[in-house]
């Protein structure tokens, strides 16, 4: 399609009604990210129904705008309230609170609304240029590559959190609980403590949203109730200088394309894309003992990641018809509302639509971060700054609503609750929390694939080293371990 067809689509979106959908869907999606419980999924099955009736360039743009929207919008309840506004905002934690609590905040959210910017505009470069060589390459990916990957990704987490032997025994328990629920080759049922609660297996986000936001509630609870979670936030330097992004470019660079490579891989998610990017930042800097401690580039690598991770989810989903992870399935449904299957056929038949589609992403990821920059990072400050006796209420019935409608299941509240305690006595035990989300969020995935590759070679362990990409991933296990192996000896040897 030649340069003059596609700038006419441009100019016929942003004249018609098209732009505030795509404006209503980013301006949702930022609010449900911002909020801790609420997830860019929920935003996203709100819009669905009203897409109905809509023209499919139009609903579909909404959608992925709320998409957009929802993942950027996570920074805020990370950076203001140390509580991650998305599952795929955690370490967003880990530095942009500290940078909160140093005087820090409006600089923290500015600098993670660039790296999802940055991350969005990279990613979407691919899905243009290459969407439909780089779902061919996913397709490659048999149970053997995906073990590999998601052993890595254990390895990776459980070296992030400074004590080795502790990740480990979390990873350990977390693939136990991992465990519960149904056999995934035969459907049996495995529940070892015999409670209909457990019936169905622990889904992963209720559990997220108990360890991560329903104990950060109970440990705020111990301070008192008068005064406010949110530190002094000052408005200054809210927009990166020009000499700090040249310093940390490769960080962004490599930040999206680990987010637009694991977006890529179908089942795997932003979460782990988020962990994978911030080890890697942590390996790569000159100071990797600030990382936790407010260090700018732990923020960078985690927005940048998971803003990527978006476009790397739609390369599969638009190329192959293969939905990567729940939100893309949602948008999968969208696409089959509209009468639109997904697949090589539909760049070959809809060439139109694909890039209507296209050039509405750009929009969006534009409109997030001038309302990230102009609205958010001025609102949401002021709404978050209640006292506690009001904020801390408010989150928990955002927490219950989001559990809840996950699945619509009351048990997955009862799930938020008991790892809500279980995310308070870590706390309390000084034992990490990471291992055990990626764990609950991979374990049943990392099973599955694990046992089909001893099926499929009759227990040999020769292929997962003669597979060039899986011997890839091996290769990077190993490395992983001794450079935590090198750190843990640093470590002791300044103690």
Do not use: C
């Not at 890697?280 to 940048?304: C, H, M, R, W, Y």
């Not at 969006?364 to 801390?392: C, D, E, H, N, Q």
């Amino acid at each position: 399609m030649d340069a003059q067809t596609v700038f006419g689509i441009f100019v016929e979106i942003i004249t018609s009604s098209a732009v505030l959908y795509i404006l209503a869907g980013t301006a949702l999606g930022v609010f449900f990210g911002a909020l801790p419980g609420l997830t860019a999924t929920l935003a996203i099955v709100i819009l669905l129904p009203f897409t109905y009736g809509m023209d499919p360039a139009s609903g579909i743009a909404m959608l992925i705008a709320a998409y957009i929207g929802g993942i950027s919008g996570g920074v805020v309840a990370s950076v203001l309230i140390g509580m991650p506004g998305t599952p795929s905002s955690i370490t967003t934690v880990y530095d942009g609170y500290p940078m909160a609590k140093k005087g820090l905040g409006g600089k923290a959210l500015g600098i993670g609304a660039m790296g999802s910017l940055i991350g969005s505009l990279v990613s979407l470069f691919f899905l243009v240029t290459l969407a439909p060589q780089l779902a061919s390459i996913a397709l490659r990916f048999s149970p053997i590559e995906y073990t590999m990957v998601i052993l890595f990704a254990f390895i990776t987490v459980a070296g992030l959190t400074g004590n080795f032997v502790k990740s480990s025994l979390v990873a350990i328990v977390g693939l136990g609980i991992a465990l519960i629920g149904f056999d995934p080759l035969n459907s049996a049922e495995r529940n070892p403590f015999g409670l209909d609660v457990f019936a169905g297996g622990i889904t992963a986000i209720p559990a997220m949203i108990g360890l991560f936001v329903v104990s950060k509630v109970f440990i705020e609870l111990e301070g008192g109730h008068q005064n406010t979670i949110i530190p002094k936030i000052s408005m200054k330097n809210i927009y990166p200088k020009l000499s700090e992004m040249r310093a940390s470019w490769t960080n962004y660079l490599r930040s999206s394309l680990i987010g637009t490579a694991i977006g890529i891989l179908p089942g795997i998610g932003g979460t782990l894309a988020n962990f994978v990017s911030y080890d890697q930042a942590k390996k790569a800097s000159k100071e990797p003992e600030t990382f936790g401690k407010g260090n700018v580039d732990g923020l960078i690598a985690s927005e940048t990641a998971n803003n990527a991770v978006i476009a790397g989810n739609l390369i599969p989903l638009l190329a192959l018809g293969i939905p990567g992870d729940s939100v893309s399935a949602i948008l999968l449904g969208g696409l089959q509302i509209q009468g639109l299957q997904p697949g090589p056929l539909l760049f070959q038949n809809q060439p139109e639509f694909i890039v209507n589609l296209f050039i509405s992403f750009f929009i969006a990821v534009i409109m997030m971060y001038v309302l990230m920059m102009t609205v958010g990072i001025r609102l949401f400050p002021r709404m978050l700054s209640l006292k506690k006796v009001y904020l801390l209420p408010f989150v928990l019935v955002m927490s219950i609503a989001g559990a809840y409608n996950i699945g619509y299941r009351v048990e997955d509240i009862w799930i938020m609750i008991i790892f809500g305690v279980i995310g308070y006595v870590f706390h309390k035990l000084d034992f990490p929390t990471l291992p055990l989300v990626i764990t609950l969020l991979l374990g049943s995935t990392f099973e599955m694939n694990l046992r089909t590759s001893f099926i499929l070679t009759e227990g040999s362990l020769v292929p997962f080293v003669s597979r060039p990409i899986s011997l890839i991933f091996v290769v990077l296990t190993i490395i992983s371990l001794l450079f935590i192996i090198r750190s843990s000896r640093k470590a002791r040897q300044k103690a």
